[in-house]
Every structure is written in C-alpha cells, then in structure tokens.
C-alpha cells in the first residue's frame, strides 16, 4: 500500500497538508489528532482566518463575521448579572455568550470582537494605503493546490498566485523577528510545497505587524529556506511512514522524567 493508500484507511483522505506536516516534526499526537479532525483553536488562530478573508474575499467575510459586544451579550442576562459590578466574569454571562455563538455557528456566522475586527481592517487599510496589495497581492487568490510531491499526495492553498510568483500573507507581533517566525512555524515547509507544486522559486510572504501602525514587510523565500523547507518536507514524511507503518493503535511516544 502506498501512504496516501494508508492515510485515507486510516483517516478517511489521502493526502498531507502543510499544517500535518508540521504537526508530525514535533509532536506525532498532535498529527494524529489533526489527521482525525480533531480542531486546534486559539485567538491567534480564529484572527488570522478573520484577517485573510476580509483581505482576499470582503464581501464574505462581511456575512461571515459577526461584531459580538458585551452589551448585547448583557441584554440576555437577568437583571440580577446585569447589576453586577463585572457581569462579563460571571457564569450567566459566559454561557449565554457561548449560547450566542453557538446560534450564529448554526447559520454559518462566527463570533468576533469589535477590537480583533477593527484591527483586521486597518491592518487592511495600510496594506493598500503603501502599494503591497497593488504590487503584490494581486491575481489568483486561495489557489487550490493538490499534487503529489516526492510521491507524497499534498493539499493546500495558495493565498495568491500572481502568475511568476506566489505571495502568503502572515501577522506577526514584530517584523524583526518574522525569520524567526519562519523556522519555527515551518513557513518554510510549506514556501516548499507550493513553488513545486506550482514550479517556481519566487516565494514572498507579505508580513505584517498586529499593534499600530500595523508594520507591514515584504519578505522574499531565499533559496536556503526553500531548501531547509525540502528537508523538514522529507523528515516529516518519514516520520509519518514510520507512524503508519506501526501496529492499528500505534504507539505515541511520551515523556517520563524525574524532578
């Protein structure tokens, strides 16, 4: 059996993605939770997608997200949480808010602040405002890209293609500290797959800081990083085929130590 063969027995799709990649180099839980759909959330996580939309699609983000405030949060609470001198921290008050959200997911819609939205807009704003959204993101967005790499089936989006060159968007908390960004992340890995997939070597990733004035970089994928890219590409997958290859409830290494 070959391993995209393994991978949809076992998990019901046959192919990796960059995200189940880079689970795999450090934690073979983690790949095998994100295999199973199991959804890694975070705040970090939720803004990044929200940003992404409203840059590459803003009319759907526009009747995707929905502004959630405390006051209209407030308004469903009895009047005894409303007279609290923090109704926002009691129990009412988080279970109706989750309650909400849980109504809006119902429809398709999802639950943001009013901080994390305003945020996403102006970093949108200066993005257009210095010229990168004219220079560099412009042509095909979210390009889908389903290949077979190393004889490896991968899956993944191009946030956009511009024809000669592939352009990724990422927030950072500081621009000085993206290229460190990029090997602990595995931008790296994923700069790989896409140029091969799509044959090409000019990769940038257009960065951009989450505190005013919203920072923005254009940082272009040297040769190094593509090629350090290619060989955690390679680990990863040997880790996989390792992981696959064990026994039907394969074993999942742990730490054990003495203080």
């Known amino acids: 059996m070959t391993l995209s063969d393994k991978l949809n027995e076992r998990y019901g799709k046959p192919h990796l993605s960059y995200s189940s990649l880079k689970k795999?180099?450090?934690?073979?839980?983690?790949?095998?939770?994100?295999?199973?759909?199991?959804?890694?959330?975070?705040?970090?996580?939720?803004?990044?997608?929200?940003?992404?939309?409203l840059l590459f699609d803003p009319s759907k983000a526009a009747s995707t997200y929905v502004v959630l405030d405390n006051g209209y949060v407030l308004e469903r609470c009895s009047l005894k949480t409303?007279?609290?001198k923090a109704p926002h921290m009691t129990d009412e008050f988080?279970?109706?808010?989750?309650?909400?959200?849980?109504e809006l997911a119902a429809k398709g819609?999802?639950?943001?602040?009013?901080e994390d939205w305003d945020?996403?807009?102006?970093?949108?704003?200066?993005?257009?405002?210095?010229g990168i959204v004219r220079d560099y993101l412009t042509g095909e967005f979210q390009k889908e890209v389903y290949q077979e790499i190393?004889?490896?089936?991968v899956k993944g989006y191009i946030d956009c293609f511009g024809g000669h060159f592939i352009c990724d968007s990422k927030s950072t908390r500081s621009i000085n500290g993206f290229r460190y960004d990029v090997n602990s992340f595995c931008y790296d890995i994923?700069?790989?797959?896409?140029?091969?997939?799509?044959?090409i070597n000019e990769f940038y990733w257009v960065v951009q800081e989450k505190s005013y004035p919203y920072l923005p970089a254009v940082v272009r994928c040297s040769e190094e990083t593509l090629f350090?890219?290619?060989?955690?590409?390679?680990?990863?997958?040997?880790?996989?085929?390792?992981?696959?290859?064990?026994?039907?409830?394969?074993?999942?290494?742990?730490l054990t130590f003495t203080v």
């Open 24 to 53: 795999a180099l450090s934690d073979m839980a983690l790949f095998d939770m994100h295999m199973k759909g199991v959804q890694e959330r975070s705040d970090a996580l939720d803004f990044g997608t929200m940003y992404d939309m």
């Open 82 to 84: 409303q007279e609290k």
């Open 94 to 102: 988080k279970e109706i808010k989750e309650s909400i959200k849980a």
């Open 109 to 114: 819609q999802v639950a943001c602040t009013q």
């Open 119 to 130: 945020t996403a807009n102006n970093m949108i704003d200066r993005l257009q405002y210095c």
């Open 150 to 153: 190393n004889g490896v089936l």
């Open 190 to 199: 994923q700069a790989y797959i896409y140029c091969t997939a799509m044959g």
């Open 228 to 254: 350090r890219g290619e060989m955690k590409f390679q680990e990863a997958v040997s880790k996989i085929r390792g992981f696959m290859d064990s026994n039907d409830k394969p074993k999942i290494d742990f």
